[in-house]
C-alpha cells in the first residue's frame, strides 16, 4: 500500500487517544473476518450496547433504532472485514443517531470520523454525496490509474484488497470535505 496514502490522514494519537475499554474491543474484533461486530459507547468508555451481523451477501450491522436515543453523542465503532473505510451505511447511521465519532477497524488499521462543528448533514446529503463520489468519471480514472501502476502492484500485498482500501479512503476523504467532517486513520502498528 504506497506509503503517501497513510501519511496524508495520519494522526496516530488523535485515533488512538480513546478510552482502553473501545481499544480493547476494537483490538478483540479488528481481525474478524466472517462477521461484523459493533460496539456503542460512552465517551468515558462504557458499553452501552454491542452487536453483531449475520452474513447474508454483505456484512452490516444494523443500529435498531430503538437504541437511537441512548445512542445520541456516543462513540460507534465495529469492525469491516474488508479491511476498508466507512460504507454508505456507517456514515447514515452517525448522521440518524448524531454520534460523536463513527470508528471501523480492519486488520491493518483504524479509522474515525466526527461531526463537524455543525454536526452532522442530514442522510440524504451524505447518500448524494457519497453516490456522486462513485459515479465521478475523475475519481474512477484515478483509482484505475493506481491499479495500473506497476509501483501499486510492487508494493502490495493484495493488489485487489489494498485497491478496496485506497478507494474507500479516498471517497471517505471526498465526502468528508465538503460537510467540514473530521476523518483520520491509523495504522495498528503505530500505536
Not at 495520519?10 to 474484533?29: A, D, G, K, W
Not at 483509482?143 to 482500501?165: R, T, V
Request: charged share 25%; aromatic share 12%; glycine share 6%.
Amino acid at each position: 500500500m504506497p506509503q503517501e496514502l497513510w501519511d496524508l490522514n495520519m494522526t496516530t494519537s488523535q485515533v488512538f487517544s480513546r478510552h482502553p475499554n473501545i481499544i480493547l474491543f476494537e483490538n478483540e474484533i479488528k481481525g474478524i473476518n466472517d462477521r461484523e461486530f459493533a460496539g456503542i459507547f460512552t465517551v468515558q468508555g462504557k458499553s452501552l450496547h454491542r452487536y453483531s451481523s449475520q452474513y447474508n451477501g454483505i456484512f452490516c450491522v444494523k443500529i435498531p433504532d430503538e437504541d437511537r436515543l441512548d445512542s445520541q453523542y456516543q462513540i460507534l465503532t465495529h469492525n469491516h472485514p474488508s479491511n476498508t473505510s466507512f460504507s454508505l451505511p456507517d456514515l447514515e447511521t452517525a448522521s440518524r443517531f448524531n454520534l460523536t465519532e463513527v470508528r471501523v477497524v480492519g486488520e491493518t488499521g483504524v479509522f474515525s470520523m466526527k461531526p463537524s462543528r455543525d454536526g452532522w448533514p442530514e442522510p440524504n446529503l451524505i447518500e448524494r454525496r457519497y453516490e456522486e463520489i462513485n459515479y465521478d468519471p475523475e475519481f474512477n480514472t484515478h483509482i484505475n490509474g493506481i491499479w495500473l501502476d506497476p509501483e501499486f502492484h510492487g508494493q502490495a500485498k493484495n493488489p485487489y484488497k489494498d485497491l478496496l482500501w485506497i478507494r474507500s479512503d479516498l471517497r471517505c476523504r471526498l465526502v468528508a470535505e465538503p460537510f467540514g467532517l473530521i476523518y483520520r486513520g491509523a495504522r495498528w502498528e503505530t500505536v
